[in-house]
Antibody, heavy 115, light 112 residues
Framework: EVQLVESGGGLVQPGGSLRLSCAAS????????MGWVRQAPGKGLEWVAN????????AYVDSVKGRFTISRDNAKNSLYLQMNSLRAEDTAVYYC????????WGQGTLVTVSS | QAVVTQEPSLTVSPGGTVTLTCGSS?????????PYWFQQKPGQAPRTLIY???NKHSWTPARFSGSLLGGKGALTLSGAQPEDEAEYYC????????????FGGGTKLTVL
């Protein structure tokens, strides 16, 4: 059974940092690009970042460039999102996504940026 | 970055047919935008229905189909069921120094 399980969300103050993780199982993680998508409360989906199979290519939405870093560890079947200089507008459920033609989604982890 | 547009809401009768569209602020949507379609029900994670314009995953009900229509991406639901009531999002890919992705704002589909 394919699973993507996010962790690392929580409450953080503006300007703070969090590192999200996504543990993958049930498919050959290293064969696929992976990404992060977020959804602010009551809002639509927003693509955040992508990474290719070996981690050599990364892309970000403009609003997180210079603050967020996507990475992966294929030996651990894990995807990461390092989030620095967090802002209130980064408050959202963060989903990891990927696998065969973006077929797999995690259940999401909530990040709340508030003082 | 580009803006992707969808109808905010649509209504379809049970058993009826409806087409949702996905436009781009940069011009016509083509297969080079690799259109994706996702379904999200309240309180759930999204689910991928269609990839690269018209391809279905194994779990995609046969009543859903994807295409290009009039310069836009399109998702057609033929024979709507009550369980199809959901939010639908399209996603387009834009090439550049790095390939980036943009979601549309979503279409709330009501089956009534």
């Amino acid at each position: 059974e394919v699973q993507l399980v996010e962790s690392g969300g929580g409450l953080v103050q503006p300007g703070g940092s969090l590192r999200l993780s996504c543990a993958a199982s049930g498919f050959t993680f290293s064969n696929y690009w992976m990404g992060w998508v977020r959804q602010a409360p009551g809002k639509g989906l927003e693509w955040v970042a992508n990474i290719n199979q070996d981690g050599s290519e990364k892309a970000y939405v403009d609003s997180v460039k210079g603050r967020f870093t996507i990475s992966r560890d294929n030996a651990k079947n894990s995807l990461y999102l390092q989030m620095n200089s967090l802002r209130a507008e980064d408050t959202a459920v963060y989903y990891c996504l990927g696998g065969d033609y973006a077929g797999y989604w995690g259940q999401g982890t909530l990040v709340t940026v508030s003082s | 970055q580009a803006v992707v547009t969808q109808e905010p809401s649509l209504t379809v009768s049970p058993g009826g047919t409806v087409t949702l569209t996905c436009g781009s602020s940069t011009g016509a949507v083509t297969s080079g935008h690799y259109p994706y379609w996702f379904q999200q029900k309240p309180g759930q994670a999204p689910r991928t229905l269609i990839y690269e314009t018209s391809n279905k995953h194994s779990w995609t009900p046969a009543r859903f189909s994807g295409s290009l229509l009039g310069g836009k991406g399109a998702l057609t639901l033929s024979g709507a069921q009550p369980e199809d009531e959901a939010e639908y999002y399209c996603l387009l890919s834009y090439s550049g120094a790095r390939r980036t992705w943009v979601f549309g704002g979503g279409t709330k589909l009501t089956v009534l």
